[in-house]
């Protein structure tokens, strides 16, 4: 640390991402989808486009705001997009609960959360799962405290029942709720249609799962006119051009592309579906994950063994070394092929 | 403003970026560069690194980190890389002056540092410029607070030297003097290596202006390996994946371009020179801008009649509503064809 940093943040602990490698391995520990963008990111990323960089892009974002608000059936202005979902929640825990605001969330979820709290000095209550790891939603029923949910959550993979989310939203309404959709798009149920219904919803989304553009960083956030022009307003206070010109116009054509996403998380889906059942046959405990991910443990060697036994063989799952689910390996979805790849190595460390 | 929003941000007023268009202009108004970036740019751009955007980038920018200490004689640990050189600046001021710190800069300088106080909470002291527009580094000599001074200053262009920077640096080893060099390619005399040699020192500079990816939205800064580690937490617990897989490729390959980059500035400096003569013919007071744009003030008309005339021509200019800077205008400098039209243009306005 320098002598400068302010005492703030001499205690802050960061967020730790996934391990990002360059060699050649199966990599199911950052929830990465196998596949390549839609073929027309690349049409758009073209020559001419590359030679007007020197131009700033739009800060307003209208391309890609509009192409977002049309999927969804919104106006542009409902619509906030970031570098990243990881900006959107920033913005959003930044604004609406910082500096001594109120701010609930399940105690196992995205590890960012917390990290956001602490960074902005806002007060974070953490609410244990049940048993079986799903969310309660009677915690959430009239909390009075500003909440945000991954819906799927993560790492579980478990999900909120519409109804359930609509219970929460309605009985918080001098509250914001937040929902982190990242992993919708493998078969929840959205809450996206309530922000027409509720002015305290903002429902998250991102690029980097769905639309195989983790790469990119690009993710959105729905909610109310007035939410929206907020987090618009800390936008142009922090930093205005916060999506390059590349970004804008290849999230713009990849959400377009419903046919060539839709075929491939309907395989990514299957594949889950079909790597559960042979886990659950080879003895692992799995969640009903809902995502792009897999949440097992295993009844023959521990989750920090099996993590590092398929690390030798050329395989990266995420292992989280925090209580409660520190026998439970996060796995990505990739190819069937390498879930394949995958399953036999289990087998071999299992039955070695 | 929404419901939710902190009352901490209910006042805040956000920076006013300059227009961005769509029609066909000339668009001298938000200091852009004429020119498109290095052929080398678009080679990196390749489809096999856009079929590779599913996955995350790296969050470490290693290539990009690389790439820069190379070309500023010093090591990766001593550079942070931030979404545009607002995002370093904003991050800096976050951690540096942040929740009550105290900081000083020029009145009249980048808009933006008022901002940043005020989202962040900073007690910011805003020191008049002398009656040339030029910076008395003596007001700056021991001052006991943070310090950020755009050298070249912007919207004057007029710059401090090797020297008075030095003394600034020396003479308040307790507190962070944030140097930001967006402009310094076009010929002042750059501090950098003063980060060897004392280390409470940040250099910012960016890709918009002197290397034409204004649409890319690259920054960095270069300081000490403390104050950079500092950054990086501070990221970390914001943004992780800041910049984009294409962002960080681009701008690696364009900052070692410097044959490409040195011509392009060379014709910029050429033409800011000879347009900085013509207008002092017809009238104007121009500043010594060592930028890449003029800071020009007419004895005939108005300096905001005179960017409105020029709007009805095609030619975008920025006017600052603001005390003592209200009657100059702000020119980026284009092409030299773009700047003969902009004197045909004035000409044909101040003689109707």
């Known amino acids: 640390m320098s002598r400068f940093l302010s005492k703030n943040y001499e205690k802050l602990v960061p ?108 007060e974070l209550e953490q609410i244990p799962l049940k048993d079986d790891f799903s969310i309660d939603a009677n915690n959430y029923i009239g909390k009075n405290k500003n909440i945000v949910i991954a819906n799927p959550n993560a790492p579980t993979g478990l999900t909120l029942t519409f109804d359930e989310v609509e219970k929460i939203v309605a009985s918080n309404p001098d509250n914001l709720v937040i929902m982190d959709e990242a992993y919708m798009a493998f078969c929840g149920e959205s809450c996206m249609e309530l922000v027409k219904k509720y002015d305290n919803l903002l429902v998250t989304r991102t690029f980097s799962k769905s639309h195989s553009l983790a790469g990119l960083r690009v993710g959105f956030g729905i909610g109310s006119k007035e939410i929206i022009d907020d987090l618009n307003k800390l936008k142009y206070s922090f930093n205005p051009y916060n999506l390059n010109t590349l970004s804008i116009k290849a999230a713009a054509a990849a959400i377009a592309d419903n046919e060539y996403y839709d075929d491939k998380i309907a395989k990514i889906v299957v594949t889950r579906e079909k ?77 070695a």
């Open 15 to 122: 967020y730790t991402p996934g391990e990002q490698v360059n060699v050649k391995v199966i990599k199911l520990n950052t929830n990465e989808s196998p596949f390549p963008p839609s073929p027309k990111v690349k049409e758009v990323l073209s020559e001419e486009v590359i030679d007007k960089l020197n131009l700033y892009s739009d800060p307003e974002l209208k391309e890609l705001r509009s192409a977002i608000a049309e999927q969804f059936g919104v106006t542009p202005d409902m619509v906030f997009c970031g570098n990243g979902s990881d900006d959107v929640l920033a913005f959003a825990i930044m604004g609406f609960c910082g500096a001594g605001g109120k701010l609930c969330c399940p105690e196992i979820s995205y590890g960012f959360y917390p990290v956001y709290a602490d960074i902005f000095g806002v």
């Open 275 to 351: 790597t559960i059942s042979q886990l659950r046959e080879s003895g692992f405990v799995c969640t009903d994950s809902k995502a792009n991910f897999i949440f097992a443990s295993s009844n023959k060697i521990t989750a920090c063994d099996l993590a590092a036994e398929l690390r030798k063989k050329g395989i990266l799952v995420r292992y989280f070394n925090k209580a409660k689910i520190d026998n439970y390996l996060r796995i990505t979805v990739g190819t069937d092929e390498e879930m394949q790849t995958l399953i036999n190595a289990i087998k071999e460390i299992t039955e």
